[in-house]
């Protein structure tokens, strides 16, 4: 089956900052990758996704994640981080052979002023 | 019109005592997933529904939690004789999937609900 490992259960950075959260998936066939955000007190929603074609996704909020299938990798990242950037971010993963989709354990962002 | 709707948004109980927590999905969505947020240990795995198939029930953690979900919509999530480690946010997800082997649809989460089990 597959899985998804989040490296850094906590990243902290300077308003200004250059942002970085790392995802590493595991599957044997190609995946479908997604970065979730889940801001205080709010459900999770969706910050992008990549499924097939180019692998620099783009998504709300000025993140983008690149697909890099030789490190198995898919890296959230953000130039300029903000103050409203703090919350907790969730990598997923699945792909064409499987219902469910796979969380990682989630990374919280704390910006500091 | 809205997202998916989860209740009660809170819940309290006392441990040995069953529990039901319910969630309407997104109208015409035809995948339903549960979820458990615990923390520090992210979203895991419960059961997932797609239209008339069996649902995967691979993630249910023990035979005391079960779910069924009723002509295609709302789904109930039942814990029996409830323990104090099943304390967590039970979120649960619904996305549009239009056949076999679409998987790449994203899940829109309801905003769950806190079990506090004393």
């Known amino acids: 089956a597959q899985s998804v490992t989040q490296l850094g259960s906590h990243v902290s950075v300077s308003e200004g900052a250059l942002v970085l959260l790392r995802c590493n998936y595991s599957s044997s066939v190609p995946p479908y990758l997604f970065w979730y955000v889940q801001y205080p007190n709010q459900g999770l929603q969706l910050l992008l996704k990549?499924?097939?074609?180019?692998?620099l996704v783009k998504g709300i909020n000025g993140f983008e994640a690149e697909f890099k299938k030789s490190e198995t990798s898919f890296h959230l990242t953000k130039p300029s981080a903000h103050m409203s950037d703090a919350a907790e971010y969730f990598c997923?993963?699945?792909?064409?052979?499987?219902?469910?989709?796979?969380f990682g354990a989630g990374t919280r962002l704390t910006v500091k002023p | 019109g809205a997202g998916v709707s989860q209740s009660p948004s809170n819940k309290v109980t006392e441990k040995g005592k069953d529990v039901e927590l319910r969630c309407d999905p997104i109208?015409?969505?035809?995948?339903l997933y549960w979820y458990r947020q615990s923390l520090g240990q992210g979203l895991e795995f419960l059961i997932y529904?797609?239209?008339?198939?069996?649902?995967?029930k691979s993630g249910l953690p023990s035979d005391r939690f079960s779910a069924e979900r009723t002509g295609g919509s709302v789904s109930t999530l039942t814990i029996q004789r409830t323990q104090q480690e099943d304390s967590a946010v039970y979120l649960c997800?619904?996305?549009?999937?239009?056949?076999?082997?679409?998987?790449?649809?994203?899940?829109?989460f309801g905003n769950g609900t806190r079990l506090t089990v004393t």
């Open positions: 109208s015409g969505h035809t995948a």
């Open positions: 529904f797609q239209g008339n198939s069996a649902p995967d």
């Open positions: 997923a993963v699945s792909d064409r052979n499987n219902n469910d989709m796979r």
């Open positions: 997800a619904s996305s549009f999937r239009p056949r076999q082997g679409h998987y790449n649809s994203p899940l829109h």
């Open positions: 990549y499924t097939t074609g180019a692998t």
